[in-house]
Every structure is written in structure tokens, then in C-alpha cells.
Antibody, heavy 118, light 107 residues
């Protein structure tokens, strides 16, 4: 079965760090464009970052310089390292696969909650 | 950054009625426009990609149209499970952006 399972969310103080993981099964992470998308409580969806199959990365301006997307091919897992966290980073974080055939996110994880609060 | 605007913000309809949702882009996104459905506590689900193509397993009552800057998602006859929030998304370039969503609720 093709699926994504996120982990690593939790409560962190402002200025702190957290690393999210997204374990894939049924397909190869390194062969696809993989993104992180977040959703603040009661709000809409916000794209955060993407890593291309070739390794190039892009970030939303709101997280540039603070977040780093990466992957471990041996573990078939996607990561999001989040540093210098702010209250406005509080959200459910989803990992999502972009289809290899068209430009849309066809597979989503269930999400992991990140709360930034003192 | 391409800004997507969705209208209306809320659509109150009864089961069996037709729903028409609009998404407008601040500049052309060609046909690189997708639609997602999200229910409370769940991840988004892809409905439509490339403006008019239904994703795998999506019922035929869902259809998409448009190109350039104006797009429409139509649900021909609402089923009880269709009451949810719908988002459009552009992947014409990075950053990819989403619209603010249209909530379809029961009248």
C-alpha cells in the first residue's frame, strides 16, 4: 500500500528546534518530488518546502533560513528540520508526494501537530 | 507569488443540488491547477489535477474546468459525504500556493 506516515511533532518553546519525519511505503521517496505542507489551527493550507528527486530544494519565504528539508534514501524517509521556531509555526504538518505524472499532491500523510508555545 | 482567490467562502446547499466553486489566480497558471477536498481531522484528498482531470477513484460527479486564471470545480449532485472544505492549488511555479478554501455545508 502506498502511504506516508509522519512523526516527530510535539510541544516546543519559541526559539527551539524540532525534526519531523515522514516514512514512506509502497514507493521510493528519492524518485519523487516530496513536499511539506502545513495548516495552522482553523486555517487553510500553506506549502512549506519541496525536495526534488535530483536533490534541489525550495522553501516558502516564511521558513527560509530556518527550516531544512532532506531525505534518507536508505530509510525511504523525508525530514523537516525546524529551527528558531516561532508561535506562528504552530500547525499540523503534512508530508505529500507529488505525482510523477502530473503537478499535484496525490499522496498525503495523516499529519503531525507542532505547537510552539512557552 | 501567485495568489489564489476562492469564491464563495461558504456554500450552503442541500443533498442532490449542484455545487459550483470558483478559483481565480492573480496571474496565469496555465492548466497547473488542482482541487482538494478536506474533511475535519483528515488530510486533504486530491480530486482534480491539471484543471480538469479526475484523480484515481474520484466519482464522476466531480468535474473541473478552466485555464489561465479562472477555474471552476463542479459537483453535479451533492452526496452527504461531499460536505467539506475544498481548496484549489497552483503548481505553475514555486512557491506553490493554495486558495483560502470554500466550505460546502448542509443547508
Amino acid at each position: 500500500e502506498v502511504q506516508l506516515v509522519e512523526s516527530g511533532g510535539g510541544l516546543v518553546q519559541p526559539g527551539g528546534s524540532l525534526r519531523l519525519s515522514c516514512a514512506a511505503s509502497g514507493f521510493t521517496v528519492s524518485s519523487n518530488y516530496m513536499s511539506w505542507v502545513r495548516q495552522a489551527p482553523g486555517k487553510g493550507l500553506e506549502w512549506v518546502s519541496v525536495i526534488y528527486s535530483g536533490g534541489s530544494t525550495y522553501y516558502a519565504d516564511s521558513v527560509k533560513g530556518r527550516f531544512t528539508i532532506s531525505r534518507d534514501n536508505s530509510k525511504n524517509t523525508l525530514y523537516l528540520q525546524m529551527n528558531s521556531l516561532r508561535a506562528e509555526d504552530t500547525a499540523v504538518y503534512y508530508c505529500a508526494r507529488e505525482s510523477g505524472s502530473f503537478y499535484a499532491f496525490d499522496i498525503w500523510g495523516q499529519g503531525t501537530m507542532v505547537t510552539v508555545s512557552s | 507569488e501567485i495568489v489564489l482567490t476562492q469564491s464563495p467562502a461558504t456554500l450552503s446547499l442541500s443533498p442532490g443540488e449542484r455545487a459550483t466553486l470558483s478559483c481565480r489566480a492573480s496571474q496565469s497558471v496555465s492548466s497547473y491547477l488542482a482541487w482538494y477536498q478536506q474533511k475535519p481531522g483528515q488530510a486533504p484528498r486530491l480530486l482534480i489535477y491539471d484543471a480538469s482531470n479526475r484523480a484515481t477513484g474520484i466519482p464522476a460527479r466531480f468535474s473541473g474546468s478552466g485555464s489561465g486564471t479562472d477555474f471552476t470545480l463542479t459537483i453535479s449532485s451533492l452526496e452527504p459525504e461531499d460536505f467539506a472544505v475544498y481548496y484549489c492549488q497552483q503548481r505553475s511555479n514555486w512557491p506553490s500556493t493554495f486558495g483560502p478554501g470554500t466550505k460546502v455545508d448542509i443547508k
